[in-house]
């Protein structure tokens, strides 16, 4: 059983995934899938979100705050999500993070059938963490579910960390010397197997690796996020690039004379 003990602070519910304590930790790959060349921006998650509970119904109040996503800054091919957070100070803390999506193929299952691509997200992970900067990509599984609901899910540490072991992956796996053992923070937990997965495969190789292995890699039991749409991308209006002109104000004596009574001395 894993026990949740901390978001990572970005201020940005999209990213505010959470790490467990007795959990695996989420593989880090340091490639993303697809880059500012290869990547296919998803339209379908522009727009205005609120992060729901996958537990929870649709008409439960979401705890965090709304959230922005939009098209990346420049030529990219990338998205951004903007959010806002407190800090410790109480000060409004503005979050910029950008992510990288593509469609991933699977092979045919039987001739003739038409492929069906899954949608895969690099996730940098220095825009979660800017104060840390950690180095790497978490790359996320997500699905479109009804009309304005999109769920997430991580890669799965025991089938990724398998996968390095048996060479059908590159990359490095660090085992958990303690694993089994009762956590000393949380003595009702114990250590999980993993203390690190990391990948290090390049994006081609990547690509077939997911390709192959099909959504298994991921843990579609636990997704760890889900969003609501509460608005429609429509932009807002515009603010107009000049103030329009005040009219001139008459001098003060003008006024008086305007004012005073035909005659009076």
């Known amino acids: 059983m894993c026990?949740?003990?901390?978001?990572?602070g970005t201020g940005v519910s999209l990213v505010a995934l959470v790490v467990f304590a007795g959990c695996n930790p989420v593989p880090v790959s340091v490639h993303p899938l697809s880059d500012a060349q290869s990547s296919v921006p998803d339209e379908g998650l522009i727009g205005y979100w609120r992060q729901v509970d996958p537990d929870q119904s649709a008409d439960v109040e979401p705890e965090a705050a709304p959230l922005v996503i939009g098209r990346g800054p420049g030529e990219m091919r990338c998205l951004e999500v903007v959010g806002l957070d407190l800090d410790t100070s109480k000060r409004v803390r503005v979050r910029r993070t950008q992510l990288w999506t593509?469609?991933?193929?699977?092979?045919q299952?039987?001739?003739?059938?038409?492929?069906?691509?899954w949608h895969?997200?690099?996730l940098r992970l220095r825009d979660l963490e800017p104060?840390?900067?950690?180095?790497?990509y978490w790359l996320l599984l997500y699905e479109h579910l009804d009309p304005g609901r999109v769920r997430f899910y991580r890669m799965n540490p025991v089938a990724v960390a398998a996968a390095i072991e048996s060479g059908q992956l590159a990359g490095h796996v660090r085992r958990n010397p303690r694993a089994g053992k009762p956590m000393e923070s949380f003595p009702n937990?114990?250590?999980?197997e993993f203390d690190a997965i990391q990948i290090?495969?390049?994006?081609v190789a990547l690509r077939a690796y997911l390709a192959m292995a099909g959504k298994t890699?991921?843990?579609l039991e636990k997704p760890i996020l889900e969003l609501q749409e509460i608005s429609s991308a429509a932009p807002a209006a515009t603010r107009p690039e000049k103030l329009p002109a005040q009219p001139a104000r008459k001098p003060r004596c003008a006024v008086s004379a305007a004012t005073e009574e035909p005659g009076g001395g």
């Open 3 to 8: 026990k949740a003990v901390r978001a990572i």
């Open 102 to 107: 593509t469609p991933v193929a699977t092979p």
């Open 109 to 117: 299952a039987k001739p003739g059938e038409a492929r069906r691509p």
């Open 120 to 122: 895969v997200m690099s």
């Open 131 to 136: 104060e840390k900067r950690p180095e790497g």
């Open 189 to 192: 937990l114990v250590e999980p």
């Open 200 to 203: 290090t495969a390049k994006p």
């Open 217 to 219: 890699c991921f843990d």
